[in-house]
């Protein structure tokens, strides 16, 4: 196990009508005048935001509004947040809903305390200071309610890059799995590409005898094959969205990822395509997901064959551990069809002629050198036919 050090400070609040405590906890982490942060509207049509507001006049702590976040969010709104908190003199930015409002959240937190432009810490400037930031989580995906992660996209040149830093650590999270009820089936099941996918990129790693969290990985893969076809069949499955909202946070927290090198190639690869065609990230990952597994299968067969058996319980064939390895892929493959996620890039939009331009983007752009993935260095040529398969 390599060297690590590990700092995970939220407050997690976890369970029915927790959104009632927002006022109390803004308060307990310093916060006097909070800018609301929303997106384009399920939480207003559900009531939540109001609920949310009455929590706060009751703790009296002013706040002011600010909707309109897109999945996938943009650097756009996110100067018009920095602006507003500077000028209304904003001390706490709560944002109410999924990762993209929490990631622009995050960004307009590091924004307003930084004289220069936010997106320098997109091309990597380390984040020392922001905002503190609260969430009340509405979807069960990205992570980002206990992540030091955000991943914004600048509109000028179409880049969705990611920025991190403890700085962007909520101070605290709500999370209250019926709130997640009202999500349509294609996002809760994008939700779960995307937490499954969060488990792989860790999975696959160089180092050796990372037994521990190996098999907590395992784990919340299992959990997660099992719950999430409930949420998709019956959506009002309180248990099952609640073991997949703290699953979701786990997975993505590092808990599982520390002391092991790390992949990210599926992401990177995955960003590009919500970048240039605006699909919803999870549904790109389950398209993703599989392809760099297949590409990346001869690099160590017998690790993805160990997730074949372990993960979808393949009968180990130990003449052939590639035919092993290959079924898991193939029962991925299975899963993420049958929870209603595509499985092409055609279903996603993706055009032929576009393909070199993405991975040109993925490699090169916005200061990158050449190569991704942590796990098997992957170049453009490579990307280029990860793309294709
Ligand atoms: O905008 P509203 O109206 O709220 O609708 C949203 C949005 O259309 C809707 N929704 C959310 N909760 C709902 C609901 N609809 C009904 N009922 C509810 N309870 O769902 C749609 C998707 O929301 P979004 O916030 O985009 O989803 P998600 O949490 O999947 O976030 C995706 C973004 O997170 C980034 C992705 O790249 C993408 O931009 N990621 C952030 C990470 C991080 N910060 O650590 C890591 C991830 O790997 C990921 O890259
Ligand atoms: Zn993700």
């Excluded at 943009?74 to 602006?83: A, P, Q």
């Amino acid at each position: 196990m390599d060297n690590f050090t590990f700092y995970s400070p939220t407050y997690f609040v976890f369970g029915k009508d927790k959104e009632g405590d927002a006022g109390k906890y803004v308060k307990r982490f310093g916060g006097s005048k909070v800018l609301l942060h929303y997106g384009g509207g399920s939480v207003v049509r559900s009531g939540l935001l109001d609920r949310v507001k009455n929590s706060l006049d009751a703790s009296k702590i002013e706040y002011i509004e600010l909707g309109g976040v897109k999945p996938n969010p943009v650097s756009s709104l996110v100067y018009k947040g920095i602006e507003l908190c500077r000028s209304e003199d904003v001390d706490f930015v709560l944002a109410i809903g999924g990762g993209s409002t929490i990631d622009s959240a995050k960004a307009i937190a590091a924004g307003t305390v930084y004289d220069g432009d936010f997106w320098d810490y997109y091309m990597g400037k380390p984040i020392k200071e922001a905002l503190p930031i609260g969430t009340i989580l509405t979807i069960a995906a990205a992570g980002s309610e206990g992540s030091p992660d955000s991943v914004i996209t600048n509109e000028e040149g179409m880049f969705k890059r990611g920025a991190s830093g403890n700085a962007l650590r909520p101070k605290f999270s709500i999370l209250n799995p019926a709130l997640t009820m009202t999500l349509p089936p294609y996002q809760s099941a994008a939700g779960i590409s995307d937490i499954i996918t969060h488990l792989c990129e860790r999975y696959f790693t160089n180092t050796k005898d990372v037994e521990v969290t190996d098999r907590m990985i395992e784990a919340l893969l299992l959990a997660m094959i099992k719950e999430g076809p409930k949420v998709i069949r019956n959506p009002e499955d309180y248990e099952a969205r609640a073991n997949i909202m703290w699953a979701g946070m786990v997975a993505h927290n590092n808990t599982v990822g520390v002391g092991r090198t790390q992949d990210w190639a599926s992401h990177d690869i995955e960003h590009e395509l919500s970048a240039q065609y605006d699909v919803t990230h999870g549904a790109g990952l389950a398209v993703v997901l599989p392809a760099v597994m297949t590409y990346n299968l001869k690099h160590d067969v017998n690790r993805m064959a160990r997730f074949a058996v372990n993960v979808f319980g393949v009968q180990m064939d130990f003449n052939h551990p590639e035919e092993t390895a290959l079924e898991g892929i193939k029962q991925l493959r299975y899963f993420f069809k049958e929870i209603g996620m595509p499985s092409s890039l055609g279903e996603l939009g993706g055009k032929v002629e576009d393909i070199d331009e993405m991975a040109q983007r993925a490699c090169y752009g916005n200061g990158r050198e050449g190569q991704i993935g942590g796990y098997v260095s992957l170049s453009k040529k490579d990307v280029v036919n990860i793309y294709n398969l």
